[in-house]
């Protein structure tokens, strides 16, 4: 969707507020959140492409105002009334241990997968597609449209645009692409800078 997330490429949005030594958490109910977050995940109910879909629909308005964790409180309230995790009175399982909390970082599915062929291999010329997906996608509105250069494949891995939308992984490659900087922003740019994508192959046409 083109939301107010998708920053890429944009200007005028004031100073980032880099904070040398910046703590993992600025305070306590901030590390809560993240506990609660990776708590619920345990349960399975939704994917990681999901929950990023959910913050992408905040108001433009509040999702400017808020800060990060601001964001997943947000989201989380939002979650937990469209799954009516309020009306059961049945304990959800599993519950987070240390042991499943280090689990949870583990078992994602090999990118290797000699079934799915590549359509396009390092060196290939490429194109973004341009189009203005309604739900979930990881393709910048910066580059639609533009050309790159295949760098590396990444192999195989889930589709976040059906992923989100319970659609199916979708499972196929990820590509490095190398976009100019000059073919993105224009003679000013300095010739030498390039920007490199991690797109799926749904993401790209042959050039």
Do not use: C
Not at 30 to 44: D, F, G, P
Not at 172 to 183: G, I, M, N
């Amino acid at each position: 969707m083109n939301g107010v997330h998708d920053m890429g490429g944009m200007e005028g949005l004031g100073d980032y507020g880099y904070e040398v030594d910046e703590p993992v958490f600025h305070s306590p109910w901030e590390a809560r959140m993240y506990a609660l977050n990776r708590a619920m995940a345990a349960w399975r109910i939704w994917n990681l492409d999901a929950w990023r879909h959910d913050i992408e629909r905040l108001p433009a308005h509040e999702y400017l105002r808020m800060s990060y964790y601001e964001k997943w409180l947000t989201a989380m309230e939002k979650r937990v009334v469209t799954y009516k995790l309020l009306e059961s009175s049945v304990p959800r399982v599993p519950k987070l241990t240390p042991e499943s909390a280090t689990r949870l970082n583990r078992g994602l599915t090999s990118s290797v997968d000699p079934t799915v062929p590549a359509a396009f291999q390092p060196g290939d010329r490429v194109r973004a597609r341009q189009i203005q997906p309604p739900g979930h996608t990881r393709l910048p509105r910066y580059v639609r449209g533009h050309y790159g250069i295949i760098h590396a494949d990444h192999g195989v891995h889930i589709f976040p645009d059906t992923n989100a939308h319970y659609q199916g992984k979708n499972r196929h490659h990820l590509y490095s692409v190398r976009f100019s900087a000059q073919d993105l922003w224009g003679p000013s740019a300095k010739a030498q800078d390039s920007i490199y994508l991690d797109l799926w192959e749904a993401y790209l046409e042959a050039a």
